[in-house]
């Protein structure tokens, strides 16, 4: 009799668990979407560690316009700029704290023909004409209105307010051009999954309409609001909720977001060695990208920039190069 | 006292010295500590943690190895740096200290450190 119900309790154990493993599996294969574009094609890659012209040593940030593409040389502290070929154009910037100079420069962006620098040491924004003059510095370090803790990355509006991800400060702060407060989304300082906070917030991009798209980096997801400040969506996992995961549509830290020239988002999904990219509403279109270190492999994928042809760059970590990408034709 | 003796003498002195001397050095060199961290894959940690290090007075230089998930902690001389306060740096960084330990100095200088 014991040996039966023993039996009998081990069967219920059983199929419980089997419930559970294909319910979970099928929750998976529900938040995931299959591919809606036929990807994209590896081109060619730049770069080796090291500190001389066209090597990097962590590069960071990427952007590209007027036919340049911008890398943040991280911990060489400097801008290289090349052509949309990775031929090495000119440099500036090194380590330090004085104007001109760069404490980690992080996900770059270039508004009105200028480049705005996110200082993670330096906790700044430093502004940048094309050929390397510093103009001007936004920001100071703490924990008040306009001041930051670890920037990682910057978007400029058309009208030219600043959009700021405070990675530490664990918000993403609207300013005027010349740094004033407007408002912030998340609580200074604290970390939650809720909606309009932020787990360690890393980059920020706008739309062509003045939506406000946050990459919430360790919450595994980006958030939407519109210029008003109003919460539009959110993506990334179940309920996007901070679960990561290797799926379609997850992601596992992500670190940068850039729009391309269709008005998609394409985000660099750090652990997952891979760019994904979304409509505008988050609906999963393509991604491309898996680990290694031969051509089209990625040692961590931190930073996207896509150039008006749809040209897509991305900075592929600790192998210290650039790597180049076409859409599949 | 013999030759056998005297030379016997001559030899612990001279090892004995030795071994004041090799200590006198250990003890002069900079503290050096190793750090385990992990998660310093992503730059955004990485850089955190040595922000957050560098804040502490008395540090000279730090090495991060992002593939081994370590940070070497060199101090200026006379400076040491203890394992509580460690443990605070890395924790406001938003990670836990997996491990700390003294070190020789230049131990743990290896591929794939980055200097600053």
Partial sequence: ?329 | MNFRTFTQRIQRMAIALSLVLVATSVLAAPATYRLHVDGLACPFCAYGIEKKLNAIEGVELLETNIKEGTVIVTMKDGAALDKATAKKAVKEAGFTLNGFERVAPGDGQRDGAHKQ
Wanted: hydrophobic share 35%; aromatic share 14%.
């Fill in chain 1, 1 to 329: 009799m014991t040996m039966i119900k023993g039996h009998t309790v081990l069967k219920i154990l059983g199929s419980i668990v089997i419930s559970v493993v294909v319910l979970a599996a099928a929750g998976c294969i529900a938040f995931a979407p299959s591919a809606k574009e036929p990807g994209y094609e590896f081109v060619k890659a730049w770069g080796e560690k090291g500190s001389g012209p066209g090597q990097f040593s962590d590069p960071t940030g990427i952007a590209v316009a007027n036919g340049e593409v911008f890398v943040a040389d991280s911990r060489n502290g400097r801008i290289q700029v090349f052509d949309l070929d990775g031929n090495f154009k000119r440099q500036f910037g090194r380590p330090g704290k004085d104007p001109g100079e760069l404490g980690r420069p992080m996900n770059l962006t270039v508004h009105d023909g200028e480049l705005y620098v996110p200082e993670y040491f330096n906790d700044r924004i430093q502004v940048f004409g094309p050929d390397g003059t510093s103009k001007r510095i936004i920001g100071s370090s703490g924990s008040g209105p306009g001041q930051f803790s670890a920037p990682g990355g910057v978007a400029v509006g058309q009208n030219g307010k600043l959009y700021v991800a405070d990675f530490y400060g664990q918000r993403v702060q609207e300013l005027k051009p010349d740094g004033a407060f407007i408002r912030q989304w998340g609580t200074t300082g604290r970390t939650s999954h809720e909606v309009g906070s932020f787990y360690y917030p890393t980059d920020v991009a706008l739309d062509h309409k003045g939506n406000i798209y946050m990459a919430d980096g360790y919450g595994n997801r980006i958030q939407v609001f519109d210029a008003h400040g109003n919460f539009l969506r959110k993506w990334g996992g179940p309920l996007a909720r901070g679960i990561w995961g290797p799926f379609n549509g997850w992601f596992k830290t992500v670190t940068s977001i850039a729009f391309g020239p269709e008005g998609n988002l394409f985000a660099a999904d750090f652990y997952n060695d891979r760019v994904q990219k979304f409509t505008p509403d988050g609906t999963f279109l393509t991604s491309f990208g898996r680990k290694g270190v031969g051509p089209g492999q990625f040692d961590h994928t931190i930073a996207v920039a896509i150039a008006q042809d749809g040209t897509v760059f991305v900075a592929d970590f600790l192998n210290n190069r650039i790597q180049k990408w076409w859409p599949k034709r």
